[in-house]
Nanobody, 112 residues
Framework: QVQLVESGGGLVQPGGSLRLSCAASGFTFSAFAMYWYRQTPGQEREWVATISSGGASTNYNDSVKGRFTISRNNARNLLYLQMNSLKAEDTAVYYC?????WGQGTQVTVSL
């Protein structure tokens, strides 16, 4: 069955960095564009970034442009989100999405 498993979340101070990973299985990972979303309590899930199936094309929400980088390793079925210069407003549960499936999410908290 399809599985998307995020990891790498945690507590970080403002200005710090984290790298999220999403391990994919159960489908042909290299055939699908992949996405990162995030959600805070009481808010709708927000799109963060997209990467094309081959990895050549990326797009970002304006709120993270220049700070976050989405990438993928199709040989290892892994999706990444490198997050730098983190701000308190980046605090959220981060989800990977692809092939019409969601991961379970990983919590990112940016606080002193």
């Amino acid at each position: 069955q399809v599985q998307l498993v995020e990891s790498g979340g945690g507590l970080v101070q403002p200005g710090g960095s984290l790298r999220l990973s999403c391990a994919a299985s159960g489908f042909t990972f290299s055939a699908f564009a992949m996405y990162w979303y995030r959600q805070t309590p009481g808010q709708e899930r927000e799109w963060v970034a997209t990467i094309s199936s081959g990895g050549a094309s990326t797009n970002y929400n304006d709120s993270v442009k220049g700070r976050f980088t989405i990438s993928r390793n199709n040989a290892r079925n892994l999706l990444y989100l490198q997050m730098n210069s983190l701000k308190a407003e980046d605090t959220a549960v981060y989800y990977c999405y692809g092939a019409n499936y969601w991961g379970q999410g990983t919590q990112v908290t940016v606080s002193l």
